[in-house]
């Protein structure tokens, strides 16, 4: 159990939070959800050529984006905002590895939103696997951060 006041003791805060409960957290799951349906989509239609499939590709990478850019925005107001999350190198591969989420799923945006169906195969659908695989990266070292070194987890004094 941690008693006192020592800082050092304690559990990184968040610095994005309301009423006490950290937003990355809350975020989070919508982009991976939406970048996960993409790559599930873009097998769809790799599989039956229904262009459905790859108009709800083009909606979902554009959603994911949207919901990714309230994720970082909160993710970087945490990792400003408590000195002992920048210490982590989780915290930084977390970081980086989602930037590169981000860049390569705006890219994969872009080149439906100007190609359309022909976008899709194989350009988007290798991208769409790209991405995937890094979220399974960065998920583990975002949970890593929070299991091993407790980021945002309230004090037992609280």
Same mark, same amino acid.
């Given at each position: 159990m941690?008693?006192?006041?020592?800082l050092t003791?304690?559990?990184?805060?968040? !610095?994005?939070? +309301? !009423?006490g409960h950290p937003i990355h957290p809350m975020l989070i799951p919508f982009p #991976?959800?939406?970048l996960v349906a993409t790559l599930a989509c873009d097998l769809i239609f790799w599989r039956t050529g229904n262009a459905a499939w790859s108009t709800a590709s083009l909606y979902l990478l554009g959603a994911a984006l949207?919901?990714?850019?309230l994720a970082a925005l909160a993710g970087l107001t945490d990792f400003l905002g408590e000195s002992r999350i920048r210490t982590l190198s989780a915290a930084w591969h977390h970081m980086i590895g989602n930037v +590169?989420? #981000?860049?390569?799923?705006?890219?994969?945006w872009l080149l439906r939103y100007t190609g359309g169906e022909a976008a899709v195969l194989p350009t988007g659908l290798i991208i769409s696997i790209a991405?995937?695989?890094?979220?399974l990266y960065t998920g583990w070292r975002g949970w890593e951060m929070v299991y091993r070194h407790r980021v945002a987890i309230a004090d037992e004094t609280e």
């Open positions: 941690r008693t006192g006041t020592d003791k304690r559990n990184p805060k968040s !610095a994005a939070s +309301i !009423a #991976v959800a939406f949207v919901m990714a850019a +590169i989420v #981000v860049l390569l799923s705006l890219w994969n991405v995937v695989l890094v979220l």
